[in-house]
């Protein structure tokens, strides 16, 4: 089986939910049951971008087929070769006090993280209520950053650096329009942050919207048309994994290497999630070996 690595920033408020809301929000997004971080499950980003990549990158039939399945009962039933893991949160954008927007991450995810592209960077050792950040950073006051109504006490820290610049990197390639410029501004606004502080981030600084639905003979709101939806803030980035077998279609036998080498190797545009007609969901997706 051949993997790869997928990266995905919404470049808009992205809603993939649950359907039900369990507490003050009707339409909370999809989170993981043992850490509640927000994910985007592998399903809602499988049938994008087999309609993407048949679209954009004019991909046979028969090989979005074997890559995905059959898509009607016509077919001879046979699985896809391609499977999706979750995406899981990698990088939460916090409203900051000075540089607008912190890039927010923590040990725990970074750990994830290392283990799948395989990386030999070193993972902060954080106490409590202590982060660290990039070199020339644009977050720091004196030595407390300010996230959200948070006053946390800060350093640079030569690891922080280089995890900023790997996932940087890996942001934006080389391909990328403006790539350096790009860089520079995830780097100086990248931060690790406690396991503890950046789980109650995650639990609270998410982005709440009211919708309504207004009567149009008495101009006010429907009864049962007032509700809260969830999202994830714009410039969020998540990662996961694609894994690649050999070909299941007996009409089109492949190795998981040549089915492999028909994912896109810059990025794509997809439209993820509900809300479409409102601009939710706009995102940029990266797939790249390890």
């Known amino acids: 089986m051949q993997t790869r690595i997928f990266h995905l920033q919404n470049l808009s408020a992205l809603h993939v939910g649950t359907g039900q809301g369990v507490g003050v929000v009707d339409l909370p997004i999809a989170r993981a049951k043992a850490t509640n971080l927000p994910i985007v499950a592998g399903s809602a980003l499988k049938g994008v971008l087999r309609d993407e990549l048949k679209e954009q990158k004019n991909l046979e039939d028969k090989d979005i087929k074997t890559l995905f399945g059959p898509d009607n009962q016509q077919d001879i039933a046979h699985a896809g070769a391609i499977a999706f893991g979750d995406a899981n949160l990698l990088i ?18 970074l750990r994830q993280y290392k283990r799948d592209l395989g990386l030999a960077l070193t993972v902060p050792n954080l106490t409590e209520n202590k982060a660290v950040i990039a070199n020339d950073s644009a977050l720091l006051i004196d030595n407390k950053i300010g996230l959200e109504d948070l006053d946390i006490v800060a350093k640079n820290d030569s690891d922080a650096q280089s995890w900023a610049t790997k996932i940087a990197e890996q942001l934006y390639p080389e391909t990328t329009l403006d790539y350096q410029d790009w860089r520079k501004e995830f780097n100086k606004r990248f931060v690790i942050l406690p396991d503890s502080i950046f789980s109650f981030l995650a639990d609270t600084a998410t982005e709440i919207r009211t919708r309504i639905r207004i009567d149009r003979v008495t101009r006010v709101v429907k009864d049962g048309h007032l509700w809260t939806e969830e999202n994830l803030p714009a410039d969020s980035v998540l990662w996961g994994v694609i894994g690649v077998s050999q070909s299941r279609d007996k009409n089109n036998e492949k190795t998981a290497e040549q089915l ?3 994912l896109p190797k810059e990025e794509i545009s997809l439209q993820l999630g509900g809300k479409h007609t409102v601009g939710r969901g706009l995102c940029r997706l990266l797939i790249n070996k390890k």
């Open 260 to 262: 492999a080498d028909l």
């Open 92 to 109: 939460l954008p916090i409203r900051s006090f000075a540089g607008t927007v912190a890039f927010a991450t923590c040990p725990f995810i």
